[in-house]
């Protein structure tokens, strides 16, 4: 799991990496925090259709 964790982050720097790039080639540098914002928000959507779509776990009684 360390090293899953760890692709993760390298795979987000890498990311943030390109678009930041992109950003800066294609508009101006008062738009990356538009852009950076967008990040967050589609990872917000994602925990929240996540919840949505689970079903609760029955736990056993002790």
Known sequence: MLS???SALYLGVAL???VGGAVLRY???ADLGLVAA???IIGLGI???GRR???PVEMPAE
């Open 4 to 6: 899953l964790n760890a």
């Open 16 to 18: 943030g990496a390109v």
């Open 27 to 29: 508009g101006a540098p």
């Open 38 to 40: 967008i990040f967050p």
């Open 47 to 49: 925990v929240v259709a």
């Open 53 to 55: 779509a689970a079903r």
